[in-house]
């Protein structure tokens, strides 16, 4: 499996600056394919691509209710200007039958990357079905990979839209070398934003409440839809960020930017505190009060610290030295080699060094073997790698009766490597932030509300960072208040892959859509 993930991008970051830094069968009434004739092209790596939807229809039990529903794969063709083609986009929408839809809300989800197709949101947090996984959503599963109900999907709420942008899932550019034209901050909002205008045109959805769901990189993408949809008339209710990032300056630390080692050290004391590894006074704490400590301790002596650079004395030097020390349960000589500024790979690859396990960037509940940390081996890849993609291909064929010969993408490195981080910045050099525009579209909807989910156990997006950059809204402190909820989970990066957790955020979902 293609691995194509923000922390490919964090650890492009770091390097540079170094150098200088988620059983029950369903029941389906689908057209036989001889009834349902498809029409074919040929696209340039010869695969043999359908281009009409494939609509089928399903049941699925939550809380002991079924839920009758119709599912439509398609690949969705995006126009210029001039009306000509420039690709299709993937996507795979679910809609509740047999209830009044017209003022249904309809969730158009996607994740990040960028360069990640919407595999995981859809088939591990969200979705009717999702892949069966292991009971703690720790450890590999055996073959064979299947579906099974999900009985937290949000589908009860909202018919949900998962999107695969282009050159992600089946998604293409009418040739090779148009993909590109896609990848970039702007450019990928604004091939969303049309996907989203002609999905509400063809499925006669223009009267339903719009919600936009992102991860991760899709954050950026999330954050950038709320005012490029009002500036095209369509006004979203409400925004959901699962493990966000709209500010890679809270992330991603070079010489004259010390706040994501401050974001970073909760991170690393939870990590450390599940793991057993803290002072003994420490440990005997709910993780909840360490982090307060911890936070309090961060933003304290460590900021004052990492800001004095080299004015600070040698005491104060030590004793943030041993601060670090207790809070990572990292031997203070490596702490003092690093200068106090600890980067994520050394933490994950030093916690548990005498056992010879490295922990997992995007869920520290997670080890694998290894005396140093190997992004490639990340074990959440192992996790959600195979498992997902081999069940999500026999979902498809097998469930919604769609098959294609084109490579489904979960996650495309090129994308990521020539993706434009400075598209539609106003600023000639700096990291990608649409936090601006978030706020923008809250000043402009007073009824605009916006849901967080983190990850107690995330180091990729980590829970400060997203925390901080919630705090730099320019928006009205009331309306924050009344429009912004912020939920952290016991998981990771994709806390949904904790069976608990999943169930907590189904909970909090409820009630967010209920309140709109």
């Known amino acids: 499996m293609k691995k194509s993930y923000l922390a490919l991008l964090l650890g492009a970051?770091?390097?540079t600056a170094l150098s200088s830094i988620g059983w029950a069968e369903t029941e389906k009434d689908v057209v036989a394919p001889e009834e349902q004739p498809r029409s074919q092209e040929v696209v340039p790596e010869k695969a043999i691509v359908p281009l009409d939807a494939s609509v089928t229809d399903h049941t699925v039990t939550v809380a002991g209710k079924k839920l009758n529903y119709r599912a439509r794969a398609e690949l969705m063709p995006v126009f210029d200007d001039k009306g000509e083609e420039l690709g299709r986009v993937f996507y795979v929408a679910y809609s509740r039958t047999k209830v009044s839809g017209k003022d249904r809300p309809v969730t158009f989800a996607f994740n990040g990357g960028p360069g990640s197709s919407s595999l995981?949101?859809?088939m591990g947090a969200f979705g009717p079905k999702v892949v069966k996984s292991s009971p703690k959503g720790i450890g590999l599963p055996r073959p064979p990979y299947v579906v099974q109900d999900n009985g937290d999907t949000i589908l009860e709420d909202t018919?949900?839209?998962?999107?695969?942008?282009?050159g992600t899932g089946f998604s293409r550019?009418?040739?090779?070398?148009?993909?590109?034209?896609?990848?970039g901050v702007s450019e990928d909002v604004a091939s969303v934003a049309q996907f989203i205008r002609m999905y509400l045109t063809r499925e006669g959805r223009?009267?339903?409440?719009?919600?936009?769901a992102g991860e991760s990189y899709g954050g950026i993408r999330a954050t950038g839809l709320a005012s490029a949809l009002m500036d095209m008339g369509i006004m979203p209710s409400g925004i959901i960020l699962v493990a966000p990032v709209a500010s890679y300056g809270d992330l991603v630390p070079d010489s004259s930017n010390d706040r994501p080692y401050i974001h970073a050290l909760p991170a690393m004391a939870a990590a450390a505190w599940y793991h057993g590894k803290l002072p003994e006074d420490l440990q005997s704490l709910p993780l909840e009060k360490v982090l307060s400590k911890v936070r309090d301790w961060a933003s304290g002596a460590y900021l004052k610290a990492l800001w004095a650079g080299n004015g600070l004395s040698e005491e104060d030097f030590d004793a943030v030295l041993e601060g670090l020390n207790r809070y990572t349960s990292l031997p203070e000589r490596d702490i003092k080699s690093l200068n106090l500024r600890v980067p994520p790979a050394v933490f994950l690859s030093g916690l548990l060094q005498d056992d010879r396990l490295m922990i997992s960037r995007y869920d520290t509940r997670l080890t694998g073997p290894g005396?140093?940390?190997?992004?490639?081996?990340?074990?959440?890849?192992?996790?959600?790698?195979a498992p997902y993609y081999t069940a999500f291909m026999s979902y498809l064929r097998d469930d919604l009766d769609f098959s294609t010969d084109r490579e489904y993408l979960s996650g495309n490195d090129e994308a990521l490597y020539r993706w434009n981080f400075q598209s539609g910045s106003e600023a000639f050099v700096g990291y990608p932030n649409t936090v601006d525009l978030l706020a923008s579209a809250m000043r402009r909807c007073d009824f605009l509300k916006v849901f967080v989910a983190m990850g107690a156990y995330d180091m990729t997006c980590t829970?400060?960072?997203?925390?901080?950059?919630?705090?730099?809204?320019d928006v009205p402190v009331e309306r924050l208040k009344k429009n912004v909820t912020v939920r952290t989970y016991d998981g990771g990066h994709m806390m949904y892959t904790n069976p608990s957790a999943k169930a907590v955020l189904k909970s909090d979902l409820d009630r967010f859509f209920g309140g709109r």
């Open 173 to 183: 550019g009418s040739d090779p070398e148009s993909n590109e034209r896609f990848w």
């Open 159 to 166: 018919d949900l839209v998962f999107v695969d942008p282009i």
């Open 13 to 15: 970051f770091i390097l």
């Open 371 to 385: 005396g140093w940390y190997d992004y490639g081996e990340d074990p959440m890849f192992t996790l959600v790698g």
């Open 463 to 473: 829970a400060d960072s997203i925390l901080y950059t919630l705090g730099r809204l």
């Open 120 to 122: 995981f949101l859809h």
């Open 206 to 212: 223009w009267g339903s409440p719009i919600y936009i």
